[in-house]
């Protein structure tokens, strides 16, 4: 399974925390989606977004911590947006 996921405004080195944090959990693989855009902007994260990857028999203990890593920054930086498949 695989899902991309952004929190507006995350700047890069919280991405790269968040990142690192899922990838301690058993089975998960996570990338970080460079900002498209041309121009450099102070008010834009350097990060578009976060793949997260796992397989599809992935454990609920480690679901649920994906959950809770997601909602402890989300409640510092605002929510995450699941981006649709191509984004």
Same mark, same amino acid.
Request: charged content about 20%; aromatic content about 10%.
């Given at each position: 399974?695989?899902?991309? /996921?952004?929190? =507006? +405004?995350l700047?890069?080195?919280?991405?790269?925390? /968040? =990142?690192? #944090?899922l990838? %301690? /959990?058993? +089975?998960? %693989? $996570?990338?970080? /989606? $460079? %900002?498209? &855009? @041309?121009?450099? *902007?102070? =008010? @834009? &994260?350097? $990060? *578009?977004?976060?793949?997260?990857? #796992? +397989?599809?028999?992935?454990?609920?203990?480690? %679901?649920?911590?994906?959950?809770?890593?997601?909602?402890?920054? +989300? *409640?510092?930086?605002? &929510?995450?947006?699941?981006?649709?498949?191509? &984004?």
């Amino acid at each position: 399974m695989k899902y991309q /996921v952004r929190c =507006a +405004g995350l700047p890069l080195a919280v991405y790269r925390e /968040v =990142a690192a #944090h899922l990838r %301690q /959990v058993e +089975g998960v %693989q $996570t990338m970080l /989606v $460079t %900002q498209p &855009s @041309q121009e450099f *902007d102070y =008010a @834009q &994260s350097q $990060t *578009d977004s976060l793949w997260i990857e #796992h +397989g599809e028999n992935l454990s609920a203990v480690a %679901q649920k911590r994906i959950q809770q890593i997601l909602t402890h920054y +989300g *409640d510092r930086y605002g &929510s995450w947006e699941t981006l649709p498949a191509g &984004s």
